[in-house]
Nanobody, 124 residues
């Protein structure tokens, strides 16, 4: 069983940067693809970024492309999300998630493991 724990959220101003971390434990060797999702109040949880654990190939949602960077450190079993030029519309709870087998990377149903989430609030 894989456990995921996010950290690094907080309150920042528009234009600031923030880096989220997600520490994985348990059967991490069985994880195939890692992702970051976010959920704003009253909205559906949406895909933000994803990365293949083995190759490092990355994918981004349109709303964060060019501002956010996903990376992973397999030796530390840690996933990161570097968020630059933050905007008020980036305010959300951010979740990391892991797939144990191939699935559509932008679909929540493809992910077997989820963290508890970390709040990011961007003020004007």
């Amino acid at each position: 069983q894989v456990q995921l724990a996010e950290s690094g959220g907080g309150l920042v101003q528009a234009g600031d940067s923030l880096r989220l971390s997600c520490a994985a434990s348990g059967g991490t060797a069985g994880t195939y693809f890692l992702g970051w999702f976010r959920q704003a109040p009253g909205k559906e949880r949406e895909f933000a970024a994803g990365i293949f654990r083995a190759t490092g190939r990355t994918y981004y949602g349109d709303s964060v492309k060019g501002r956010f960077t996903i990376s992973r450190d397999n030796a530390k079993n840690t996933l990161y999300l570097q968020m630059n030029n933050l905007k008020p519309e980036d305010t959300a709870v951010y979740y990391c998630a892991a797939q144990s087998r191939y699935g559509e990377y932008s679909e929540r149903s493809s992910y077997a493991y989820w963290g508890q989430g970390t709040q990011v609030t961007v003020s004007t």
